[in-house]
């Protein structure tokens, strides 16, 4: 049987880097690597995911954007997320920053590529109601 799928035109080459931050990595893709702290809102998070977005961008205008996402706490007895934070990893990642990177690796979900282009056209800031 034949995989009708298409493929992603470019697939990075590295892993997370060391420490927060943005960078250009050696094959010409920029990562961004935040940790969300246990004091961060979810509003915080949100704001503070889509600022390093939106530096990467001005910085590297249209380069490839892989953003690595920790989350440190945030979670109940069992181990697993705490609501706001599995809601920030599927429903506002997928509908807010995924169009707007390349790739990402997320606490829940792992590395996922975009199937489709990266959007450059971010807008000039993020309204959370």
């Known amino acids: 049987m034949e ?3 298409t493929q992603p035109s470019f697939i990075p080459e590295h892993d997370k880097p060391k420490s927060p931050g943005i960078r250009m990595n050696f094959d010409n893709t920029v990562s961004v690597y935040m ?4 004091e961060m809102s979810f509003v915080e998070a949100a704001q503070e995911a889509f600022r390093m977005v939106k ?19 945030h979670k109940m007895a069992d181990l697993s997320y705490e609501n706001e934070w599995i809601e920030f990893q599927q429903e506002f990642w ?4 995924a169009h707007f990177l390349t790739s990402f690796d997320l606490p829940l979900t792992g590395p996922l590529l975009n199937p489709n282009p990266q959007r450059n ?9």
């Open 3 to 5: 995989n009708n799928l």
């Open 35 to 38: 940790i969300v702290a246990q």
């Open 55 to 73: 530096n990467a961008q001005t910085r590297f205008p249209d380069w490839p954007r892989c953003f690595y996402l920790d989350i440190e706490g």
């Open 94 to 97: 997928f509908s807010t920053l």
């Open 121 to 129: 056209d971010l807008p000039d800031s993020l309204a959370i109601q």
